[in-house]
């Protein structure tokens, strides 16, 4: 089964670009297109994609409320978010990822980083550089908890250990780096990650990082 992709940008050039890159591989399929986040909604209705390639920066909608509507409550359909931007430090991103993307590139990324983004997020992973998600909630930090808040009580249904994993987690570090933090393996960290997941009702890591840092329980520049 090919992986069905919505283009969303307002600029024709980049979304030929994009589907000439994309419909080269054998396991995509460009469905559609859209020049703004209300085509979006109107094409994920129809198409019921598995990702959608989304600008932020478009007339009428942007990117982000569009991803709000998409991936929100009462959504009609599996269909997953993978936002581009012009800018690695764009606030709209931090927007874009609580608003539940699954991850953010940038658009001068190279093609194989593009094609292996659509693929991981298809899969239901999150995609992006956790060290940039890092950056982006640090450079924000004034908008965020500054750590001296009472943590949520949601955090009281994770173990230690879960803990452990989410501010890790928080701080950009990849199933791996977990692994090799913590002396466990890999299959063990990813079960941590997903029992985080789904006591605090996020859903991937991008959001579990964000939630990491509004609860207070990592502070932006912290070790």
């Known amino acids: 089964m090919a992986i069905r992709v919505l283009l969303v940008d307002d600029q024709p050039l980049l979304r ?12 995509i399929a460009v469905v559609g297109e859209a020049g703004d986040g ?8 129809a ?11 478009m007339p009428r909608m942007d990117g982000v409320e569009a991803t709000r509507q998409i991936t929100g409550p009462g959504r009609d359909g599996p269909a997953k978010v993978l936002v581009l931007t012009t800018f690695d430090l764009d ?3 931090v927007e874009a990822l609580k608003a539940g993307a699954s991850g953010f590139l ?17 899969a239901g992973e999150a995609m992006l550089a956790p060290s940039i998600t890092r950056r982006l909630l640090d450079k924000y930090a004034d908008h965020l908890p500054s750590g001296e808040e009472p943590v949520p009580d949601t955090l009281g249904t994770l173990t230690e250990r879960e803990v452990e994993v989410l501010k890790l987690v928080a701080r950009g570090l990849s199933n791996a780096e977990i692994a090799a933090d913590l002396f466990v393996s890999e299959t063990t960290v990813k079960t941590h990650v997903g029992h985080v997941l789904t006591k605090l009702g996020l859903r991937d890591r ?12 990592v502070r932006p520049g912290a070790q």
């Open 47 to 57: 198409l019921q994609p598995d990702v959608v390639l989304m600008d932020i920066r």
């Open 106 to 122: 940038l658009k001068d990324a190279p093609a194989t980083e593009l094609v292996q983004a659509i693929r991981v997020v298809a």
């Open 206 to 217: 991008v959001q579990a990082a964000v939630y990491a840092y509004e609860s207070g329980l």
């Open 38 to 45: 209300l085509q979006a909604l109107d094409q994920v209705r």
């Open 16 to 27: 030929t670009g994009f589907r000439m890159i994309l419909e080269a591989e054998q396991d």
């Open 91 to 93: 606030e709209y991103v």
